[in-house]
């Protein structure tokens, strides 16, 4: 077993190996679906070669995070044991897809470098059942906590200030609202507010805090532990419309919008989803049209929505239409349509012009604490100034709403990252307690060994989410790539986790069921997991091979 400073070189190794491989297949990707235009024609190869680029992608983020506290004289073992092994899992995995399908990966002699016995050799050294297993007893021995250098002293105190209230304010409440289905309490909303996380990454010109997309999302993550509803996604609509008006709105929509939006004053939902139409946002089918009332110039919007999150609560719907001829993205532009605001199951909202809006919730096994309704939109009345961008806006929605999306797959990659990390702690907990066969839980070897696993998955999932927010560009690809695998790890580590706690892991009283449950949501909002590999990840590596060839 590698020791120490070993486990670094062994990882940066095998990530030069896997990194290799991976910009061939890329190259021959492109060439393929001619830049990544043809994605359709070769799905399932392009599925894969996304998921294993995002795998390395996170592999060496990790890594970078480990050689970096060593090269400040911070050296922590246990993440550089982390690295190894998960760059050692990521490369395992790249092997074998590689052997399954040479010709597709058109491996060549990079493929040929990853069944070299140096490569081999550091696999099996990474994946060593004892290291895993070492690695696992200290994460037990230490519950599970997450103390990780964040390497950014705003957003260590900013982690600090989270973990308090969620701890003190959203935890007790959490199991409550999850299993009577209950909405956000006010108070509990107006104490999220007076800590100024709605406003976390608006810049303080516009009311926030600035804090930036980093803290945002330390902020995410830490309340998420606490309760992926009822806490941790209280701020992704608010960061989905703030990025669009940001990146497209008027300066007098910003004014007006984004200091409502940061104090915690406008509470927004978003209505993009229709019942016929999911993350296909092109083709959707709800119109506005040109109209006037009173004299004043907007628009009539009629249609249906679905999956409109926290929509009855809200104040104020993002909502998506078209407003140009035929289909296709060109054609949609973005709206804030303003309302009432609503507790229960269902409610309707008569406009004084004239217009109603009605919502249905959607009944759901988790991801309580918001409710996600179905709309029905009949002659719904907009002014002109409410559409994004005002005149320049229209046609632009897709593009501005795509913008916004990335914000909240950033976001989801923090909420991933904070239910894999509850689960992991809840895990801890238990196994270190409940006793079975004359011992504990936590002294059985298969025990060690799947919570070392947990943590190395759950290390890497939370260096490449804070790489993207550091980084953060609504363009580019990592927000999707955090997304992606952070949402399959914490689906993977709560049930995993559930395991752990045999037959009481299935009983509602206790938390972990609703980690579980929660979790499944994940892979599917905010870009559905084939999508987001096919036509967000897949084409946009596929691009930059293309582009670089």
């Known amino acids: 077993m590698t020791a120490g400073g070993d486990a670094l070189a062994t990882a940066r190794g095998l990530l030069d190996a896997a990194q290799a491989a991976i910009d061939v297949a890329l190259r021959h990707g492109a060439a393929l679906t001619g830049g990544g235009e043809a994605v359709d024609d070769h799905q399932v190869h392009v599925e894969r070669l996304a998921y294993l680029a995002t795998q390395v992608r996170a592999a060496a983020e990790l890594t970078a995070y480990a050689e970096r506290l060593h090269t400040r004289g ?60 070492a690695a696992g007893s200290r994460v037990i021995a230490a519950l599970g906590a997450n103390h990780i ?75 998420s532990v606490a309760s992926l509803a009822a806490a941790g996604s209280l701020t992704t609509r608010p960061e989905i419309l703030s990025k669009a008006l940001l990146g497209g709105g008027t300066e007098e929509q910003r004014v007006e919008w984004l200091p409502r939006i940061a104090w915690g004053e406008t509470l927004v939902a978003i209505a993009v989803t229709e019942p016929d139409v999911g993350s296909d946002v092109a083709s959707l089918q709800t119109r506005a049209t040109p109209a006037e009332y009173a004299r004043h110039r907007g628009w009539r919007i009629n249609g249906a929505k679905a999956w409109s999150t926290f929509s009855g609560r ?109 689960a992991l702690e809840k895990a801890c907990q238990y196994v270190t307690q409940r006793r079975q066969f004359g011992r504990t839980l936590a002294e059985f070897q298969l025990t060690q060994h ?20 550091r980084n953060f560009d609504s363009r580019a690809v990592e927000p999707a790539m955090a997304k992606l695998l952070a949402s399959d790890i914490a689906v993977e580590v709560t049930q995993q986790a559930q395991q752990l706690h045999g037959g009481w892991g299935y009983s509602e009283e206790d938390p972990i069921s609703r980690y579980v449950v929660d979790a499944l949501v994940l892979p599917i909002f905010e870009g559905v997991k084939p999508v987001l590999e096919l036509r967000v990840i897949g084409r946009a590596l596929l691009a930059a091979a293309g582009a670089a060839s």
């Open 149 to 223: 250098d964040l390497e950014d002293e705003v957003a260590a105190l900013t982690r600090e200030t989270a973990r308090d209230f969620a701890r003190r304010e959203v935890a007790p409440r959490a199991q409550q609202i999850h299993r009577e289905d209950l909405l956000v309490p006010e108070d509990l909303l107006a104490k999220f507010a007076a800590q100024g996380f709605f406003g976390s990454s608006i810049p303080e010109q516009y009311g926030g805090s600035g804090l930036g997309d980093l803290s945002m999302v330390v902020i995410t993550e830490e309340l």
């Open 314 to 422: 809200a104040n104020v719907l993002a909502l998506l239409a078209r407003t140009g001829p035929g289909e296709g993205n060109r054609g949609l532009s973005l709206f804030i349509v303003e309302k009432a605001p609503f507790n229960g199951h269902q409610w309707r909202y008569e406009q004084p012009e004239g217009g109603v809006i009605s919502g249905t919730a959607n009944p759901t096994p988790g991801y309580r604490g918001m409710h996600s309704f179905t709309l029905a939109l009949e002659d719904v009345w907009v002014p002109h100034e409410r559409l994004v961008g005002g005149d320049a806006g229209v046609g632009r929605g897709f593009f501005l709403q795509m913008g916004g999306f990335a914000a909240g797959r950033l976001q989801t990659g923090g909420r991933a990252v904070g239910l894999a990390q509850a």
């Open 450 to 469: 799947r919570i070392g696993v947990m943590a190395a998955q759950i290390a890497a999932a939370r260096q490449l989410t804070y790489t993207a927010a």
């Open 74 to 133: 911070k050296p922590d073992d246990l993440i550089e044991s982390h690295a190894c092994a998960y760059a050692a899992g990521a490369t395992h995995a790249l092997r074998s897809a590689i052997e399954a399908s040479w010709d597709d990966f058109a491996a060549g002699a990079a493929g040929e470098a990853l069944y070299g016995d140096a490569v081999r050799r550091a696999v099996r050294d990474g994946l060593d059942e004892a290291r895993l297993r």
